[in-house]
């Protein structure tokens, strides 16, 4: 696929679908922010070495306030997958099959990420494969963001 | 029995539900349906509606219970009860909630109910356009994960995967819930039949579920009356019991997103443990199940968590000659549930569970003692309910 391609997207979904913004708390900023940097970061508690996502104000574990944010080689494992066939979203009308993959890290203590997995819509999923993030940018949106994706790796 | 228990202290006395409509396609405005749908209870329970002093619902429900209670010109309203989050979750803890007032002196006569106009008040089952998203939904709508479908799926492949479990399986789940609607006319699906073909041929939504293993959308109303147990007898109707009721959902049930440590559950295994303590009773006791379809694989999940069969017996037992009324070993969803009978969020499922007691379901299970209800699966928190006859106490 390359930019003559009359089906190429620049992204692996159509443009169009909510864009995420840290809450007005400023919760998750440093997540978001770290993903435009090309940069995973996660919750890392500092006193008792819980990893921690989605974050939250406390560490579940110890409960010390304002858990640390560490980055991840952004590499898992897949832990569960579907192909999603009905557009729940204007956008996605017409697109076609699509894949979603829950990414489990085990250097970070096993949390799971959600992202799509690039390549052909219609390969044969494996739970328990190898994969590797790939970070995806969107600087026109308004405002900008940027994803984590995945592709496996053989 | 203790006396921290609800068991045996509260009884069902009066059930109605309103027509039930394809989503969008009520003529009568929601808070309309609401109050058709009390009236209906009342009429069955044999009470005047000015008898209710409470009322109870779950899933934000938008009918106001101040709104009704002038409405419906009652002298005095002692409680109003919201069960919070967990959506169709909550179809269960609506009841305990209620039964619980009662059972404590906040109240004497509850009606608990779930009103619902899609049509005026937007869909469960298609995200908003556009604009911006925080929290949980931020980590999963740009990837297209936007809508319950493709929340849920996810955790029931997970399932698949760990047990071993066919597409079959869910699909006798599917099976069972529309050939007991072709028995109701109540159903939206009555005299539209389902079969294995017919099934395995429909689209994928997200695999692994078909067209067929999501709920429909609805509109319609559906109320229950609850009264103390000794009062029981004063009503014209078979006199139905509340056995055991229990909600909440397991450790970490709620860690944002997609981080429940149970990840591949329907989060009852803190629930149904609870549930069968309250009522004395046992797994094997339960002769007939309402289980919240929201997905058939939510099903699946949460009947093995209450302990009706192991998962790794799954594909043995889920077959529709084990799932039907009369004589099935567990006859599934009888009404038709929210894949035929009607999504009312799960509140036709408590309905339902009232007729098996009685005797009077459209698709009777020979075994019909107990009667168990599940709340929506895979949320938190979800809720359960056992009732029971008078022989059970």
């Known amino acids: 696929m390359s930019a003559h391609d009359p089906h190429y997207l620049p992204t692996y979904l159509p443009a169009g679908l909510p864009v995420p913004v840290p809450e007005a708390d400023g919760l998750s900023a440093p997540y978001w922010e770290g993903l435009r940097r090309n940069e995973l970061l996660a919750q890392h508690c500092e006193h008792c070495g819980t990893w921690q996502f989605g974050p939250e104000w406390i560490c579940h574990a110890c409960h010390r306030f304002d858990p640390a944010w560490s980055p991840i080689a952004p590499r898992g494992i897949i832990y569960s997958w579907e192909r999603v066939w009905h557009p729940s979203h204007a956008s996605l009308r017409g697109h076609g099959p699509y894949l979603v993959v829950l990414v489990e890290l085990p250097q970070a203590g096993n949390i799971r990420m959600l992202g799509n997995l690039l390549g052909d819509p219609l390969q044969e999923v494996r739970i328990g494969a190898a994969v590797e993030g790939v970070f995806e940018h969107h600087p026109d949106s308004d405002p900008p963001y940027s994803l984590l994706q995945w592709k496996t790796t053989s | ?393």
């Open chain 2, 1 to 393: 029995m203790t006396a921290n228990s609800l068991r045996g202290r509260v009884a069902l006395i009066g059930v109605g539900e309103t027509t039930y409509y394809k989503h969008g396609q009520s003529p009568d405005a929601e808070f309309k349906l609401a109050l058709k749908a009390i009236l209906a209870a009342c009429a069955d329970a044999g009470i005047d509606a000015r008898s209710i002093d409470g009322f109870s619902s779950y899933a934000n429900d938008r009918s106001d219970p101040s709104r009704l209670a002038a409405a419906l010109g009652l002298p005095q309203l002692r409680v109003a009860l919201m069960q919070w989050g967990g959506g169709g979750g909550g179809c269960a803890a609506a009841v305990a909630n209620g039964a619980a007032a009662i059972a404590a002196g906040l109240t004497e006569c509850v009606v608990v109910f779930r009103s619902l106009a899609q049509g005026q008040h937007g869909r469960f089952g298609q995200a908003a356009s556009g604009g911006t998203v925080s929290g949980d939904m931020a980590y999963q709508m740009p990837y297209g994960v936007l809508a319950p479908p493709q929340k849920f799926a996810m955790r029931v492949r997970r399932y698949m995967h760990e047990h071993g479990i066919r597409q079959e399986a869910l699909r006798a789940i599917a099976l069972a819930s529309y050939h007991h609607a072709q028995a109701n006319p109540r159903a939206v699906m009555y005299g539209k039949p389902l079969d294995a073909e017919r099934y395995d041929a429909s689209r994928w939504i997200v695999e692994p579920f078909h067209l067929y293993d999501c709920c429909m959308e609805n509109d319609g109303a559906a109320a229950v009356i609850l009264v103390a147990a000794e009062r029981a007898k004063d009503f014209p109707q078979k006199p139905v019991y509340l056995l055991g009721a229990a909600t909440g959902s397991d450790h970490r049930a709620g860690a944002q997103p997609h981080n429940a440590p149970l990840y591949a559950g329907a989060s009852f295994t803190t629930v149904a443990r609870d549930l069968y303590r309250m009522a004395g009773v046992h797994a094997a006791d339960v002769g007939v199940v309402q289980s919240y379809e929201n997905f058939t694989g939510g099903v699946l999940m949460a009947l093995a968590e209450h302990g009706l069969f192991q998962p790794d017996e799954a594909n043995e037992f889920l077959t529709m000659e084990n799932l039907t009324a009369p004589s099935g070993r567990l006859p599934l969803n009888t009404s038709g549930g929210n894949l035929a009978e009607c999504y009312m969020h799960g509140f036709e499922l408590v309905l339902e569970a009232v007729r098996q007691v009685r005797g009077t379901s459209t698709s009777q299970a020979a075994r019909n003692d107990v009667a168990l209800v599940v709340g929506g699966p895979m949320v938190t928190p979800v809720s359960s309910l056992l009732l029971g006859s008078e022989a059970t106490l």
